[in-house]
């Protein structure tokens, strides 16, 4: 492989770069390996030194009813009568 060129090898979805190429292209490259599953193999002379992978990525949980049976609201939280916090504002 020879300066830039790029190999693309379907059945594996591997993308070959040179080191020279990942340096150069870093965030676009990387914006390929999250967008597309696939992971690209780095050579540096020839020789696979990396493989830059996407991360198994967790499916999104809604937050709601997460506290569900693990707090209890006492009181009115709305309007909270503070006032008897306050008393030294009363004295002046």
């Given amino acids: 492989m020879t300066g830039t060129s790029v190999r693309y090898d379907f059945s594996m979805k591997n993308r070959v770069v040179t080191a020279t190429e990942l340096k150069a292209k870093c965030l676009a490259l990387l914006d390929e390996v999250d967008g ?45 009568n503070s006032s008897h916090l306050w008393e030294t504002l009363d004295e002046h």
């Fill in 36 to 80: 597309r599953g696939d992971t690209v193999v780095v050579t540096k002379r020839g020789r696979p030194v990396a493989v830059p992978q996407p991360v198994k990525k967790k499916p999104w949980k809604s937050p709601k009813g997460a506290w569900t049976g693990k707090v209890e609201i006492v009181g009115d939280i709305v309007n909270l």
